[in-house]
Structure formats: C-alpha cells, structure tokens
C-alpha cells in the first residue's frame, strides 16, 4: 500500500463556494484535524471563512470568480513545493480539480483517476449551478472553460474508473455512456469490485490518484454528510442518488487497488459534520463562551 512520506504534499483546502454549503469550511478543518500527522510538507489554501452573505451567480455559476481565484491558489502551492505526491483534505469536490490536475501533468498516461463517488461529477453550468459537480468532467476537459482551463492534460476516458455510482441523472447516464467511462455499482464494490480491478489491468496505468467524496457512505450508518442532516425531508435534496457504502467497502475497495498500483493522489471531500455545526453555534450563546 503506498504511504506518506516527505514526498507527500498535505494540502488543506476548506473551500465550500463549490458546493455554494458553508458547513464544508469546518468540515475540511475537521479533518486537518482528525487525520494523522503528516511526514511531508503541509499547507492551506486560502479560503474565505463563510461570512453568510450569498455566493453571487456569476455566469450560470455560484461563486466562480472565488472559485477561480482558489484553484489557482492551490495550483501554485504545489508547483512550489513539486511533490511526488498529493493528499488534499477538503472542502466540496472542487477541491480536486488543481491537484489532480496538476498529477496528470507529472505523470501523463501513466495516472489514472478512482472516483469514489455516489455521483459521477460531469455535470456543466448548464444542469448545474454549483461547480463541485463539474470537476470530474473538467479533468477529462470537458465543461466550463474557466475550470478546464486550469487542466493542461486532460485525463483519458480510459483512465477513468466510477466506483460506488448508481442512478445517475440523464445527462450524466449519457455522457458516462459517450465517453465509454467504466464504473462500478455499491453491489459490485462490495461483492470484490471486479469492474475496477479488471480497469486496472486493462487501462496501462502506472500510478493512481483517488478522489473520496464520503456521500458515497450510507447517510443511515455514516451521519457527516448533507444527505445526513438531522430532521431532513425525503425530497430535501430533489431526489438524487445517495450512498450506500459503509467505511469498511471503502476501505477494503481503497486496500485492493492500493496493492496492484501506487497511490499519488488522495482527497476526502464533502464532509458534514452536523453535529459538530450544531454544538459550534450551541457554544456561541453560552455564557463566558460566546458573545
């Protein structure tokens, strides 16, 4: 299994205007927080702390300007430091796109990319306002020109494997089936994921980055993610697929493909944590405390 070394870039990025949610601002710092100490070089984006005003739209997009500005930011933290490898602690799924993109420079057809992710993350500002779901697209160089932009190599459709999908929305069931990007259901991740294990037999890859969005757990059993949000209604969230993974698939799924090909690449995204949100703003109206 590929570790940490000092090679290894830590990069903290509590960006939340991706998925125009606030909360991903503490999620991200949670998880600086919880994760192991790092061997190598560690680093935050600057990121603008939620402040409650609204995210302008800017162009069919929330937040691009902000956005841009914050991709480029962590774009030149890793060409300073010019690591081997890269393990980004976020935020929304935005967070990926420099990272990741800047891997597929340094290691070209050699890279592919693991989405682990209940939702494949191509959409464009056309079926989607908020741009986390658009980073996976923009690495393969498809979609809004101000994040493709910041992809100098797009990643081959090849190169791509969607592990823990199911139910995706028309557009995205139509550009996973143009583009001839494998995926892989929950049943068959948990049955040994052979769907991904055969794609990386077959795609000549060398060296794997892997993009964690913890939707892709069950909202039942893990309880930090926005599917998860205490007293929620059934079509809060407009219906879309929700994770049915446990920690254990993913770990197990994560361990097999860790064996066969070096990991250079690692973001855990989209954290939520609800009960640390409620208990922060418990604690700012408490006496001696608060304000």
């Not at 139509?174 to 259901?185: P, V």
């Not at 060296?207 to 893990?222: E, G, M, Q, S, Y």
């Not at 930090?224 to 879309?240: I, T």
Request: charged share 20%; proline share 8%.
């Amino acid at each position: 299994m590929s570790k940490q070394d000092k090679n290894t870039l830590r990069l903290i990025f509590p960006q939340w205007q991706g998925g125009d949610n606030p909360p991903y601002y503490l999620g991200s710092r949670l998880l600086a927080w919880l994760a192991p100490p790092a061997h190598g070089p560690v680093e935050e984006v600057p990121v603008d702390a939620p402040s409650g005003a609204p995210l302008p739209l800017e162009n069919n997009m929330h937040g691009r300007s902000v956005l841009v500005k914050q991709a480029k930011a962590a774009r030149s933290i890793i060409e300073r430091h010019q690591p081997q490898s890269i393990a980004v602690l976020g935020g929304d799924c935005l967070v990926s796109l420099s990272p990741f993109a800047w891997l597929s420079e340094h290691y070209g057809d050699k890279l592919g990319i693991l989405w682990i992710d209940t939702h494949p993350d191509v959409q464009t500002p056309e079926q989607y306002k908020n741009a986390h779901a658009h980073v996976l697209g923009a690495l393969m160089g498809h979609g809004d020109p101000d994040l493709t932009h910041e992809v100098k190599k797009p990643v081959k459709a090849d190169k791509v494997m969607i592990a823990g999908i199911h139910d995706p929305l028309p557009y995205e069931t139509q550009f996973i089936a143009e583009h001839g990007i494998r995926t892989c259901s929950p049943q068959e991740v948990r049955n040994g994921a052979q769907p991904v294990m055969q794609w990386l037999s077959e795609s000549n890859i060398e060296v794997l980055a892997i993009h964690l969005d913890l939707d892709v757990l069950d909202p039942h059993n893990f309880r930090s993610l926005l599917f998860a949000k205490p007293g929620r209604g059934k079509h809060d969230f407009g219906d879309v697929a929700e994770g049915k993974l446990n920690i254990a698939d993913v770990l197990k799924l994560v361990g097999e493909v860790s064996t066969e090909k070096q990991v250079v690449g690692l973001t855990i995204a989209e954290h939520m944590p609800w009960d640390a949100l409620h208990l922060q703003e418990m604690l700012k109206q408490l006496p001696l405390l608060g304000g």
